[in-house]
């Protein structure tokens, strides 16, 4: 087992409703702590007062009440899970962060400049891994699963949904992000998560972590 790390690394996975995201998030998670490194894995909504409201009324409450609650849980995750953890040297992995807030909300047809300025204040994840799929195989793996929301059940939502996760990474790449794209279309779980792993490591070794 190799050293702790002594620098937190925030990264966030994101890509549409059904593409891998909590697979990868849970196989990450798995290989980090097996290298020696203190992991934290959350999700988005989060656990906390905030994220349960929104996640009991993502099915029934308009776009822009939902815009503001997801955007107040991601503070609340942010000050009182997120940045503790970063503080003591902890590689927090979020399941869904700020690019699902711009895009989810969109697909409710809130103004995407709107999203983009509630979600300013909001600080950025060092790594975006931003997981992409072709449209099919999404549905094959949803169906395959089972759908979890409404958005996975309206099937012309899939496509304007890939395409503001796209613009989404774009825009937190220019806002200090390193973004990482990973097409999963043809790759197994396992040579996912290889590749994030490998993502995460080359950013504890630039930090000069002794343990990436
Ligand atoms: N690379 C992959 N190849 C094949 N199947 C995959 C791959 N990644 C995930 N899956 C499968 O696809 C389904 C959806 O995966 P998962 O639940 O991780 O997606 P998600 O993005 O977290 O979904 P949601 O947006 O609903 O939270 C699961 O059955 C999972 O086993
Ligand atoms: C962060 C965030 C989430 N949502 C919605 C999208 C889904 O309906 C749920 C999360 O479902 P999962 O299967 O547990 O991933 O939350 C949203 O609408 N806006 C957001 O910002």
Same mark, same amino acid.
Request: charged share 20%; hydrophobic share 35%.
């Given at each position: 087992?190799?050293?702790?790390?002594?620098?937190?690394?925030?990264?966030?996975?994101?890509?549409?409703?059904?593409?891998?995201?909590?697979?990868?998030?849970?196989?990450?998670?798995?290989?980090?702590?097996? &290298?020696?490194?203190?992991?934290?894995?959350?999700? @988005? *909504?989060?656990?906390? +007062?905030?994220?349960? %409201? =929104?996640? /009991?009324?993502?099915?029934?409450?308009?776009?822009?009440?939902?815009?503001?609650?997801?955007?107040?849980?991601?503070?609340?995750?942010?000050?009182?899970?997120?940045?503790?953890?970063?503080?003591?040297?902890?590689?927090?992995?979020?399941?869904?962060?700020?690019?699902?807030?711009?895009?989810?909300?969109?697909?409710?047809?809130? &103004?995407?400049?709107?999203?983009?300025?509630?979600? @300013? *204040?909001?600080?950025? +994840?060092?790594?975006? %891994? =931003?997981? /992409?799929?072709?449209?099919?195989?999404?549905?094959?793996?949803?169906?395959?699963?089972?759908?979890?929301?409404?958005?996975?059940?309206?099937?012309?939502?899939?496509?304007?949904?890939?395409?503001?996760?796209?613009?989404?990474?774009?825009?937190?790449?220019?806002?200090?992000?390193?973004?990482?794209?990973?097409?999963?279309?043809?790759?197994?779980?396992?040579?996912?998560?290889?590749?994030?792993?490998?993502?995460?490591?080359?950013?504890?070794? =630039?930090?000069?972590?002794?343990?990436?």
């Amino acid at each position: 087992m190799s050293e702790q790390s002594s620098t937190g690394v925030f990264v966030a996975v994101d890509g549409p409703s059904g593409v891998g995201k909590s697979t990868l998030t849970r196989a990450l998670t798995i290989r980090l702590a097996d &290298d020696g490194h203190t992991v934290h894995r959350t999700a @988005e *909504p989060s656990d906390g +007062p905030i994220g349960s %409201l =929104a996640r /009991t009324l993502t099915n029934t409450a308009d776009g822009l009440t939902l815009a503001c609650l997801y955007t107040a849980d991601r503070h609340h995750h942010l000050a009182h899970e997120i940045e503790p953890r970063l503080a003591t040297g902890t590689i927090v992995i979020t399941d869904r962060y700020i690019a699902s807030g711009l895009v989810m909300q969109r697909l409710d047809h809130v &103004d995407p400049d709107y999203l983009r300025a509630l979600n @300013e *204040p909001v600080r950025v +994840p060092d790594l975006l %891994l =931003a997981l /992409t799929a072709d449209e099919d195989v999404i549905r094959r793996r949803l169906t395959r699963r089972g759908t979890h929301n409404r958005y996975q059940d309206q099937r012309a939502s899939s496509q304007s949904e890939a395409a503001y996760h796209r613009e989404a990474a774009q825009h937190l790449g220019g806002r200090g992000a390193l973004v990482h794209t990973i097409n999963t279309t043809n790759l197994t779980t396992d040579a996912v998560a290889a590749l994030a792993h490998r993502y995460v490591r080359d950013v504890l070794g =630039a930090l000069g972590d002794t343990a990436a």
